[in-house]
């Protein structure tokens, strides 16, 4: 095994005068593959770039032992080939690694093109391939299954499985989470918790630790209150009858009092409120929803599908799977452009007097100037005043000292609820949903699980996330094999 380890001492980091980490004091060994938890604007990236030495703490140090290889969130310079992205690392005269590493992430598309001309999952491909190039007894994974198909997710699994050094990743894809960590980190509002094994186990031993603390401060505000109650009926006892005894053992009985309810007072541990979406709409079980010819279809010049044939109709939970690169996201972007009659595409047919929303995986406000409260209130139906605005913002880490900021100035997680918060606040028949779920936290995750569940209209979908399919019953899958579309028996 790979001699690793990362020693956490004593460290305390501060962003912007708000206090992040505080005295943190963790060692993390080879063999241990361990998953760091939180919610989006937990700083959980930020912990990763203190290890790696991108920032430093206030406080503390953090000792590496161990040569680190870091899957970072994204390429900061697209320009450059796929190929000279690779080139940067392996020397003169061995290029023959690179073309193993791009085999083994199962990378298919031309390394001559830009990164920027790939897709999303493409590039994320590109990043694994850069991985395996690289010696390394420490793997630091942020998000690495964003935007992967279910082939790369199970190449990285299996390297990851055979990787004898510590692993230390941060996720929110639980399928992922269960096959491979064997400790979670959970980071919440500055406090840090340590759980052993996998996410199933993380969320147990939560629960169980969340019903000890609630257990042990009622007992402590019973104790308290029964105390107190004694304590009035002695002082009034010392002003009827005059006892030094008495009134020693009251100033006794006082000072215990400070020492078990003051000094050692419990807090009513905090269920973290999650934030709620709703939205209705659907219509009859017939009713054509959209509709595609059986034919050769194309896209800027390049053919995506040889057989191109749905029907989808009422309320159906069409998956849409296959390979990055394949063109699920241009299909749909395409449906949604035919209902908004932005295009006219011959074998694309859309239903009449449908209301149709669609979440594109691209974040169309990154470059917003918008302030958050005018795209607020300019995008959500039924907002409210400026305080029932504040209230629902709360939810997504912004507070009221945030609504004048950009939109891109928030980080890509808000940025992505604020959408869903859009979306949700009307109603719709069809939700066109491409890969909703990337870079989202578990517990927005759950929210938008809940919600979809309890709407009756119909969904296309497209995700790698089989635990978020499975939660909102997805049961009409269609693959895209060699450019065909097949549909999977229905149960």
């Given at each position: 095994m790979k001699k690793s380890q990362i020693k956490i001492q004593n460290i305390s980091f501060s962003f912007d005068d708000k206090t992040i980490i505080t005295n943190m004091?963790?060692?993390?060994?080879?063999?241990?593959?361990?998953?760091?938890?939180?919610?989006?604007?937990?700083?959980?990236?930020?912990?990763?770039?203190?290890?790696?030495?991108?920032?430093?703490?206030?406080?503390?140090?953090?000792?590496?032992?161990?040569?680190?290889?870091?899957?970072?969130?994204?390429?900061?310079?697209?320009?450059?080939?796929?190929?000279?992205?690779?080139?940067?690392f392996v020397q003169e005269r061995e290029e023959y690694k690179i073309w193993m590493a791009l085999e083994d992430a199962g990378c298919e598309f031309d390394s001559t093109l830009s990164i920027q001309q790939l897709s999303w999952g493409q590039q994320t491909k590109l990043r694994l391939a850069a991985l395996f190039l690289r010696e390394s007894s420490i793997l630091i994974l942020d998000e690495p299954t964003n935007h992967l198909d279910e082939d790369a997710i199970e190449r990285l699994l299996s390297y990851i499985q055979q990787y004898e050094g510590l692993v230390l990743f941060v996720s929110h894809d639980r399928r992922f989470i269960n096959q491979i960590a064997t400790h979670c980190i959970e980071i919440w509002q500055g406090s840090i918790n340590y759980y052993t094994g996998d996410y199933e186990s993380y969320e147990q031993q939560k629960q169980q630790r969340y019903?000890?603390?609630?257990?042990?401060?009622?007992?402590?505000?019973?104790?308290?209150?029964?105390?107190?109650?004694?304590?009035?009926?002695?002082?009034?006892?010392?002003?009827?009858?005059?006892?030094?005894?008495?009134?020693?053992?009251?100033?006794?009985?006082?000072?215990?009092?400070?020492?078990?309810?003051?000094?050692?007072?419990?807090?009513?541990?905090?269920?973290?409120?999650?934030?709620?979406?709703?939205?209705?709409?659907?219509?009859?079980?017939?009713?054509?929803?959209?509709?595609?010819?059986?034919?050769?279809?194309?896209?800027?010049?390049?053919?995506?599908?040889?057989?191109?044939?749905?029907?989808?109709?009422?309320?159906?939970?069409?998956?849409?799977?296959?390979?990055?690169?394949?063109?699920?996201?241009?299909?749909?972007?395409?449906?949604?452009?035919?209902?908004?009659?932005?295009?006219?595409?011959?074998?694309?047919?859309?239903?009449?007097?449908?209301?149709?929303?669609?979440?594109?995986?691209h974040d169309s406000l990154k470059q917003s100037d918008s302030s958050v409260l005018d795209w607020y209130t300019q995008n959500v139906k039924n907002h409210g005043l400026e305080h029932h605005i504040v209230s629902q913002l709360s939810l997504v880490w912004i507070d009221h000292l945030q609504l004048r900021k950009k939109m891109h100035e928030l980080s890509y997680g808000q940025r992505v609820k604020l959408r869903f918060i859009a979306m949700t606040s009307q109603d719709h028949d069809l939700l066109i949903l491409d890969e909703p779920t990337n870079h989202l936290d578990i517990s927005t995750r759950e929210s938008l699980e809940n919600m979809l569940n309890s709407y009756s209209g119909a969904i296309l979908l497209v995700s790698h996330d089989k635990w978020f399919a499975a939660a909102i019953r997805t049961t009409d899958i269609r693959h895209i094999v060699d450019k065909n579309i097949l549909q999977e028996p229905m149960l």
């Open positions: 004091n963790h060692v993390l060994h080879a063999g241990q593959r361990v998953c760091l938890l939180g919610d989006n604007g937990e700083w959980k990236t930020t912990l990763l770039q203190l290890i790696t030495k991108q920032r430093y703490p206030q406080k503390g140090n953090i000792n590496i032992t161990g040569e680190i290889a870091y899957l970072e969130q994204d390429i900061p310079d697209k320009t450059q080939s796929a190929y000279d992205y690779l080139m940067s019903q000890k603390e609630l257990a042990n401060f009622t007992r402590q505000e019973r104790e308290r209150k029964k105390f107190e109650n004694w304590l009035a009926l002695m002082r009034q006892r010392a002003t009827v009858y005059v006892d030094p005894r008495l009134g020693k053992l009251i100033r006794s009985r006082v000072k215990m009092y400070d020492r078990n309810f003051v000094q050692n007072k419990l807090h009513k541990p905090w269920n973290k409120k999650k934030l709620t979406l709703s939205t209705s709409g659907g219509t009859h079980s017939w009713k054509m929803l959209f509709r595609t010819e059986r034919r050769s279809c194309s896209f800027a010049d390049k053919q995506l599908f040889r057989n191109l044939s749905i029907d989808a109709r009422g309320t159906q939970r069409i998956l849409l799977s296959g390979p990055n690169g394949v063109g699920k996201s241009t299909f749909l972007k395409n449906i949604f452009a035919t209902y908004t009659q932005q295009k006219t595409i011959p074998w694309i047919f859309v239903g009449n007097n449908l209301r149709i929303a669609y979440f594109s995986q």
